[in-house]
Structures are given as structure tokens and as C-alpha cells.
């Protein structure tokens, strides 16, 4: 079996390719007078894809996670959504914040159904739409419950439900994963694998673990250290139909870890 399929960033990620949810051309971040984030990057997003940034501590990811949800102006250079410009956020993208970004005066339900409230969808439309998702991320039977009573997995579900409930297009992903237990990030990402079959939407992680984005791939982009290019884009050749215990066992995917972790390993302080 091969263990990854290599790509050269030049011709794996071409603008006019027609089924890209999301294009960056030349993007370039530089920060103050001289501090270079990202130097300029091409890539391009599928639908029903997960794509994972990876790399060393201060290479850019959140920054071109960020410029890509609109939260961030890139200095030159441009992101397109379904082909249109992106001038900030928009309902296209939706963000799952690495700290949960919940409200502790809301309950589980208003919560997960806040996105929808701020368009204005009517409260039975909300909330029907809420109660699905919060029943897709295993929360069903919590809905009445606040924050505070609910573990950190537990309050990290709410947040992607919440991000599931605007049916955007695009799923942007900061570390959703790092403020949890060893157990519970395991078990979201069996579920994120089930999300992304189900969901198919185009998903964008942002991880400092290399066998997360190894399990959850469908292409795995590499960034250089500051300032942050793009290095390498592997697509992991693994099956994900089998029992996600045996993925873990998978020569392809022992294989593949290594294969990263050599390459980044001299980054490492």
C-alpha cells in the first residue's frame, strides 16, 4: 500500500479548478513593519474534503485560518468563496473556537442555535435545526443545561453544533481538540470522520498533532516555519470505512507519522 500520495504545491492547487469551495492566491501576512506570517500562498479547498495545516509553533496556520473565516486582511494577495472575494466573515464559514466561545447565560439549545438567531430565522426554525445537530455531536438529553454543568468535551460538541446549525458551507477549525482529554479528542475525531461523510462540507483544521491530521485527512498542507509557505500537501492513503481502531494500526498511517515527524522534528525547540 502507499503510504501517502505527494504533492507539488504548484500544480496540486490550481485557482481555476472548478470544484474549489474555497481559492488563496498569493497570500502574504505581514504583521507590523517586517514580521512575515505567511509568504505567499496557493491553495485550494474541495467540498466534502478535510484538510489539516500543519506545522511548527509560529508557521501561520491560525493566521490563514483566520484570514480565510475574514477575521484577519491578508497584506496582498486574495481568498475566493464559491468564487467571490472574501471582504470578512460571512455565512459561508462558520469558526469553532479553540476556547468554545460559549454563552454561560444560555442554555445548550440557545447556544447551538445561536448563529441562526442573529440571521433572524424564526424560534421553531432555530431550534428544530439546533436539537438535530445537538443530537449529531451525542449531546441529545442536554439541551436544557448550562455551560457550567457540562464538561469541557461536552462544551466543545455545543460549539460545533453551533457551527453545524448555520449549514455553512465551510467548517474552520482552530485546535477544537486541545482543550480535552486524551479520550474525548479521540472520540471527536471518530465523529468528526462521521460528520464529514454525512455533512459533506468542506472542513479546514488547524492542529498541532500529527496523528490527528494523519486520521482525519483527506490532504494534509505542511507550512515552513516562519515565514509560513507551503512545504508539502500529502493526501494519507487510508481507508476510513473500517473500524476507526484499526486506522491507528494501519501501516499507512504509522508510516506516514514518522515520515512527518522526521521532517518537522528539526524545527522543534
Known sequence: MTMA????????VRAEDSDAVITVRGLHKVYGNSTVALDNIDLSFMRGHLTSLLGPSGCGKTTL???????????????????????????????????????????????????????GAPKAEREDRARHYINEVGLAGFEDKYPHELSGGMRQRVGLARALAVDADVLLMDEPFSAVDEQTRRKFQEDLIRLREVENK????????????????????????????????????????????????????????????????????
Open 202 to 269: 468542506t472542513f479546514i483544521l488547524v492542529t498541532h498533532s500529527i496523528e490527528e491530521a494523519v486520521y482525519l485527512s483527506d490532504r494534509i498542507v505542511l507550512l515552513s516555519p516562519r515565514p509560513g509557505r507551503v512545504a508539502d500537501i500529502m493526501e494519507p492513503d487510508i481507508d476510513r470505512n473500517v473500524d476507526p481502531d484499526l486506522i491507528r494500526r494501519e501501516p499507512a498511517y504509522l508510516d506516514l507519522i514518522d515520515d512527518i515527524w522526521r521532517g518537522l522534528r528539526h524545527y522543534v525547540e
Open 5 to 12: 500520495k505527494p504533492l507539488v504545491a504548484e500544480t496540486a
Open 65 to 119: 485560518l483566520k484570514i480565510i473565516a475574514g477575521l484577519l486582511k491578508p497584506t496582498s494577495g486574495e481568498v475566493l468563496v464559491n468564487g467571490k472575494p472574501v471582504r470578512g466573515p460571512g455565512p459561508e464559514r462558520a469558526f469553532v473556537f479553540q476556547d468554545f466561545a460559549l454563552m454561560p447565560w444560555a442554555t445548550v439549545l440557545r447556544n447551538a442555535a445561536f448563529g441562526l438567531e442573529v440571521r
